[in-house]
Every structure is written in C-alpha cells, then in structure tokens.
C-alpha cells in the first residue's frame, strides 16, 4: 500500500545532542513538507521541498536542517541550535502541478521530547 | 499565500448536521479551498477540496459562497468519531513551492 512513514513513533533526546527524524513516502509525491505542532497548537511549517536536492525554509526553520538526497526520503535533523525541540513533529507529502488541487499525504507524526 | 480564518471551537450533539465555517477573503481565482482533520495524536487527514462548485463525498459536503470568499464544511450526522480539529486551507497546485499554510484550526466537540 502506498502512503508516507515517519520513524520513530517516539523519541527521546539528551539536551545538546542532534536527532534525525526520518520521512519516507512510496506515493511518487514531488513535495514533501516538515511542520511542528505544540499542544492546543496548529501546524506551522519548518521546511519544504518541491523537487530532489532543493528545498526551501518555512516559518520556523532555526535550529533544524534538513536534506532531499531522494524524492521518496526528507529527513528532518533537529540540532542542538533549537532551543525548544519538544513538540510532535509532523511530515507531509503531496503531488504537484496536476491542476486538480490533490490531496496531502501526513505521516502519523514523531514525538519528540527533550530530557 | 492566502489565510484563512475559522472560529477556535465548536459544539455540535451527536447525529445532527455540523457546520463549520472558513473565511478565505484573499483566496486568488486559482486557489483550491482544501479541509483536512486531526484526530488527536495522528496526523492530519483530508477530508474534502474544491474550487468553485460545491462538492460532496463519503465524508462531508463543502459548500462555496459564489465569491469564494468563504465556505462551509458539512458534516451530515455528526458521530463521536467526527470529534477533532478541523483544517481549511488554501493551494494553489499550479505555483511552485507553495507553503501550504495550516492555520489553527477549529476544535470541534461532539456531545452524545
């Protein structure tokens, strides 16, 4: 079946440590998108990507970096700049330029949080 | 981009029609009006898009005010399944790196 993973479920990171979220998508999608959620909060947009090896900041890009080596894969990196990581993470895919207005692909997110 | 504006919450009783507002002002002639849900700890799902006509599917219908600048999602009979934050965002599918914005949403309450 196709559809878009994200990996871990949940997770934990020591103060200072860089982590990787991971993102894989089977859908054939050309953009892919990170959002960050905090609780009662809506989604807001960390980094997006429209075709391999490009990809472009959102609102809140400080403190993560991510890479698109592949169209299936866009991993997220948390780094130790970001100075309030614990949130729900959130990755989403979707087809592009079909005129038709389709729909988005959302992971069932990665927790992560801070210790 | 354009925003969109949708009240904070709403209360609705269980198996009675739900009418969920969305206020697109600034939508551009080529924006699609897209709804999508999150059930609590799972990741956002669509639920139904449209550009001008309204539109109907196994889930709800979308009904579109004929200047676009607003629209309302449908939920026929609301179930206690049908509690969750509700979603109304605009795409434009033809321009490139588009941001595809979420607002925050409507918290929807069902009451049995």
């Known amino acids: 079946d196709g559809g878009i993973t994200q990996s871990p479920k949940y997770l934990f990171r020591k103060e200072g440590q860089n982590v990787t979220l991971s993102c894989e998508q089977n859908l054939n999608h050309d953009a892919m998108y990170w959002y960050r959620q905090d609780p009662g909060q809506g989604l807001r947009l960390i980094y997006y990507?429209?075709?391999?090896?490009?990809?472009q900041k959102g609102d809140i890009a400080e403190g993560y970096s991510v890479s698109r080596e592949k169209k299936e894969s866009f991993p997220l990196t948390v780094t130790s700049a970001q100075k309030n990581p614990t949130a729900f993470y959130l990755c989403?895919?979707?087809?592009?330029?079909?005129?038709?207005?389709?729909?988005?692909?959302f992971g069932q997110g990665t927790r992560l949080t801070v210790v | 981009d354009a925003k969109t504006t949708q009240p904070n919450s709403m209360e609705s009783n269980e198996e009675e029609p739900v009418h969920l507002p969305c206020n697109h002002s600034?939508?551009?002639?080529?924006?699609?009006i897209h709804w999508y849900r999150q059930l609590p700890s799972q990741g956002p799902e669509y639920v139904i898009h449209?550009?001008?006509s309204n539109v109907n599917n196994r889930m709800a219908s979308l009904a579109i005010a004929e200047d676009r600048k607003s629209s309302t999602l449908i939920l026929h009979r609301a179930t206690l399944r049908d509690a969750a934050v509700y979603y109304c965002i605009l795409r434009d599918p033809g321009r490139n790196f588009n941001k595809f914005y979420f607002g925050s949403g409507t918290k929807l309450n069902v009451k049995p």
């Open positions: 600034t939508i551009s002639g080529t924006d699609y």
């Open positions: 990507s429209q075709i391999v090896n490009d990809f």
């Open positions: 449209g550009l001008t």
């Open positions: 989403a895919s979707i087809l592009t330029g079909t005129g038709r207005g389709t729909e988005a692909f």
